[in-house]
């Protein structure tokens, strides 16, 4: 006989209460829907699983479960836990059998079933044979308890230490309004971390995002500022610009380290004041944008080659994340995988690679880190699935050079853009100085003046007013 369930599904029944619930006879409850996740009974006595329907169609988000000291393990696949070798997660808990649970996640939690333990598992203080764990809800396997935390929203999938501490870093900087400035290679996943920390950090705005590196030299002021209507031909209204439609959320500004030295100083005055003053506008309007800043590049190195500003560097880095690459966390490499596969499998069913296979994949540095490792996966799918093999992964992969100060890309490009670039490259070898800068480039100082005038180049001497040795 089963009693009357708590509305709760994971809060057991107080002992005053089952003593008047109304016994409910097993025959009736309604669990020959296999296929459906079940649900833990309010009471010790219930061992019979009963099962409800969820809503399918919803791509499943892996969840996280953490233990008491803090290590965590993230839930996209099944895992089989126990004081066995042969395990997923392996707890050395001498209270814990070697066969203890599976767990299953699924889109309203993870599913639960003991596996013949000696001492039992525990959904929120009731033993369960069958149960599902929601959100915030415990699991205790022996003498080790266990919390389920929020779903894995953003794609910072990774259970090594380094992907721990980020997101533990993400949960303490996401309340500040402080600027955060995201360091990493490319590929990395900057712009996910910058989505973490907007939305743990609860404002009401969007998340907007600018590539720096992208936007038109003659428009940038434009559009990180807005202008008003008549402020410059072809401004027939007035346009708010990023700030402005940023204005009470998060202003994610990706490749930091390619905005121009020239306006570098308005993007300081508005992190310091808090204000922005569009073009053609004759006063200053107040904004609330949170700043995540992102790059690849050495900015210290830039700060002290005079290449970007000393203290808009520091005003940026109040909070710093920095994303480690793949190749210094070769154990996430099998865990993005499989996470991978799974997303893969609406689009390519049974697409799937065996465990042993997947280990076969940490042997790679994959110098372009997740994003190459997700495309790698991607088209060895579609060429060689369902069932993958480390060799398709790794087969037919494009290993490209990174660019160094030395070369500039050319094909598909404006000349006057290539030609900023080469001088850019230029002053950086020289650190800023024009007459050593003109002698790499076989050219007069006098021309080389005269062409950063033209293309709107910056030097030490415009932008702070220094003398610039020559």
């Not at 619930?21 to 061992?47: E, K, M, N, Q, T």
């Not at 950063?452 to 030097?459: D, E, F, P, Q, V």
Request: include cysteine.
């Amino acid at each position: 006989m089963l009693r009357q369930r708590s509305s709760d599904p994971f809060v057991a029944l107080h002992p005053a209460q089952r003593a008047h619930a109304a016994p409910i006879p097993v025959d009736s409850v309604p669990c020959a829907a296999h296929d459906a996740p079940p649900v833990p009974y309010g009471s010790h006595g219930a061992l019979t699983p009963l099962f409800v329907t969820h809503p399918n169609g919803h791509q499943l988000r892996p969840w996280i479960l953490r233990n008491s000291d803090g290590n965590e393990r993230v839930l996209a696949r099944p895992l089989r836990i126990g004081s066995g070798p042969d395990n997923d997660w392996v707890l050395t808990d001498r209270y814990i059998s070697q066969q203890h649970a599976l767990l299953v996640p699924d889109q309203g939690g993870v599913q639960v079933q003991d596996r013949g333990s000696r001492n039992g598992t525990w959904v929120n203080g009731v033993r369960i044979r069958h149960g599902e764990l929601r959100q915030g809800g415990t699991l205790r396997l022996g003498q080790t308890e266990l919390r389920l935390i929020q779903p894995l929203t953003t794609g910072l999938i990774g259970q090594s230490p380094a992907m721990v501490r980020l997101r533990e870093q993400i949960g303490r900087f996401a309340p500040s309004p402080l600027p955060v400035l995201v360091l990493g290679e490319s590929g990395t996943g900057k712009e996910l971390v910058a989505k973490a920390l907007h939305i743990e950090s609860g404002r009401r705005g969007e998340l907007l995002t600018v590539n720096c590196g992208a936007l038109p030299r003659e428009l940038i002021e434009s559009e990180l500022f807005g202008h008003e209507r008549g402020a410059f031909t072809g401004a027939d209204r007035r346009h708010l610009g990023c700030f402005g439609e940023a204005n009470g959320g998060t202003l994610f500004l990706d490749e930091i380290g390619e905005l121009p030295l020239e306006l570098q100083p308005r993007l300081l005055r508005a992190l310091e004041s808090r204000t922005i003053r569009p073009v053609g506008a004759t006063r200053e309007v107040p904004i609330d944008v949170r700043i995540v800043a992102a790059t690849h590049r050495d900015l210290q190195q830039a700060v002290h080659k005079g290449l970007f500003r000393h203290d808009l560097y520091y005003r940026l880095a109040g909070l710093t994340v920095d994303i480690p690459p793949l190749r210094q966390r070769p154990t996430d490499i099998a865990v993005l995988a499989r996470h991978f596969l799974h997303e893969a499998a609406s689009e390519l069913p049974g697409l799937s690679m065996a465990d042993d296979e997947l280990d076969l994949l940490t042997r790679d540095e994959w110098p372009g880190n997740v994003r190459e490792l997700k495309m790698a996966l991607l088209r060895a799918g579609h060429l060689h699935g369902p069932v993958l093999l480390a060799k398709d992964v790794l087969a037919d992969r494009t290993r490209v050079t990174a660019q160094t100060d030395d070369q500039v890309h050319v094909r598909g490009r404006r000349l006057i853009d290539i030609e900023r670039d080469i001088l850019r490259a230029a002053l950086r070898h020289a650190g800023g100085n024009q007459r050593a800068a003109a002698e790499l480039l076989d050219l007069p100082k006098s021309s080389l003046s005269d062409r950063l005038r033209r293309l709107g180049i910056a030097t030490k001497r415009t932008i702070t007013g220094e003398s610039a040795s020559d």
